[in-house]
């Protein structure tokens, strides 16, 4: 099992939209598969299409954590079905662990090593899956250290703009001491570049810092924007699963992205 944070201290960079598309990726590739809601807006979750509520989110069991108790919260995601549908020789599974505001308890910057290791043990008992996907909310206070504590990788977002180029490098920084803090097995696996434009001047530079900041550290592919995101999340489908042919460009980049994440952590 691969456990992967996708996280970034800026917000509204692209976190969610990286794990849904690893996501979509990895049901396309059969790969089975848990999203961990940790963010307290819980947008992966309706993302997903799943209800929020419809089971006891991962904040209830944080907070009262019980042995085999992930597996009996995690909701089945919407397009799994029409996964099948389409491909029913590729049985892979994909769920998610719900978020809520109960998580919001732990996303103080104060956490105790015991609640820093909260998430790390309820996924002990867990072996369901080959990915685990964690959707971090924008900071790295408790939630985010939580999830990287229980991590094998983290997959930082940035965008092509000055703020999210500046953030990243002191994520990337916070990342380090972490893992010399608490000298963890965690890998840094790379930054993702989201939402570029191609055309804009102020994008090409910016994605060339971040190529001399992180060298290979920035993660291939770079993921566009795409006009019709909204659109296709707002209708809680699969990138893989809508029609078109750029947004199969878009499926394709993410089957890509997918490869790299899992083969950098396969080499270390
Ligand atoms: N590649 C893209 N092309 C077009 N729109 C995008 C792309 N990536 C993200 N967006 C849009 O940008 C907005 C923010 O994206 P998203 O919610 O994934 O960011 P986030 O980092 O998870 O935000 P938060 O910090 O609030 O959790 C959303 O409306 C999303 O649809
Ligand atoms: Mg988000």
Not at 99 to 124: H, I, M, N, Q, V
Not at 129 to 134: A, K, Q, R, S, T
Not at 239 to 266: K, M, N, Y
Request: net charge neutral; proline share 6%.
């Amino acid at each position: 099992m691969q456990v992967v944070s996708i996280s970034s201290l800026k917000g509204g960079v692209g976190k969610t939209s990286v794990t849904l598309g690893l996501a979509s990726a990895a049901l396309n590739q059969g790969i089975s598969t848990l999203v961990i809601d940790l963010d307290p807006h819980a947008d992966a979750t309706t993302g997903l299409g799943v209800e929020p509520g419809t089971t006891a989110p991962i904040g209830e069991l944080l907070r009262r954590p019980r042995k085999g108790g992930l597996d009996e919260i995690v909701s089945r995601s919407a397009w799994t079905l029409r996964q099948h549908r389409r491909h029913p020789q590729r049985q892979a599974r994909l769920d998610v662990a719900q978020g809520s505001a109960l998580t919001g308890f732990y996303d103080r910057p104060d956490l105790r090593p015991r609640d820093l290791r909260r998430l790390a043990k309820l996924l002990e008992s867990s072996n369901n899956y080959d990915l685990v996907l964690i959707d971090c909310p924008p900071s790295l206070s408790g939630l985010t250290r939580m999830a990287w504590f229980a991590s094998d990788g983290v997959v930082l977002v940035a965008e092509p703009s000055l703020f999210s180029v500046a953030g990243t490098e002191r994520s990337l920084r916070a990342l380090e001491l972490f893992r010399k803090e608490f000298s963890t097995h965690l890998r840094t696996v790379g930054v993702v570049a989201n939402r570029y434009r191609e055309a804009s001047p102020e994008h090409a530079f910016r994605l060339s810092e971040l190529r001399g900041m992180f060298g290979e550290r920035l993660l291939s592919p770079v993921i566009p924007e795409v006009p019709a995101w909204q659109q296709i999340q707002g209708a809680a489908h699969a990138v893989h699963h809508w029609p078109g042919e750029d947004i199969q460009g878009t499926a394709t980049l993410f089957d890509e992205l997918l490869g790299s994440v899992r083969s950098s952590l396969e080499t270390h």
